[in-house]
């Protein structure tokens, strides 16, 4: 299961540039028991802003990623044999329930229709995940919180929320970042020059403006990072933004070819 306990006892909180203000909302949840949705495109910031609520908030983080096999079983737990005995072991929504910690389920939308059914009880002032396989019915422990994100932009009708589950969450919409905010985001996590970084994200920015047309998504911020610390690595401006701004957006070689007009444009 591709979930753990992310948050280290008394580390520093993650670097995280607030965009607006989503951390005094965070915390305005948290502190009234409310369960947060972030809806926005991959890479924008999402997960790095669980990472930072939390370890700000000082709870256990656990976070995990949703695919389309996942079932509320491998959030719940199961049954495992263990040198000859059937012992029981808690899923990672479990244990964040019985700790007290903030489970983040990141694209939510992409498991399996069972997940909600489980999430429904937790999310109401009721707070309780009942267990069938064991016949428990554990109430959340003070200070766990339940956190979802999901991305609206996906051109897929079937993969949304339904009105009753999204309408039980407090929800924030989270997008790129401003290029004020991007250039000192990117300058960070690089370490590469801040000439460099502003021309980088110009170029995401123009590449973003094709969202729709040529393009299903625009390009990320973590892509802009991705770019940003090849360059720093010492890999050549046009490869770099070749593997990490390029390729990763596209198949089609037309559209790449006018992706790459775009390059020479900026650079
Ligand atoms: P998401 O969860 O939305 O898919 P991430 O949180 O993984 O995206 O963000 C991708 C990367 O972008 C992060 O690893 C971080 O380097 C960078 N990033 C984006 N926004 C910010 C921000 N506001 N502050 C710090 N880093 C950011």
Known sequence: MN?????????????????GDECAIFEAAAAADLPVLLKGPTGCG???????????????????ACHDDLSAADLIGRYLLKGGETVWVDGPLTRAVREGAICYLDEVVEARKDVTVVLHPLTDDRRILPIDRTGEELEATPGFMLVASYNPGYQNILKTLKP???????????????????????VRESGLSEDLVRNLVRLANKLRGLKGQDLEEGVSTRLVVYAATLIKNGMKLERAIETAMIEPLSDDADVKRGLRDLVTAIF
């Open 3 to 19: 979930a753990h306990n992310t948050m280290k006892e008394g580390a520093e909180a993650p670097f995280y540039l607030p965009q």
């Open 46 to 64: 999402k997960t790095r802003f669980v990472a930072h609520m939390a370890a700000r908030l000082g709870r256990p983080l656990y976070t995990v």
């Open 164 to 186: 009753s589950t999204r309408q039980r969450f407090v929800a924030m919409e989270f997008d790129f970042p401003r290029p004020e905010h991007e250039v000192p985001v990117v």
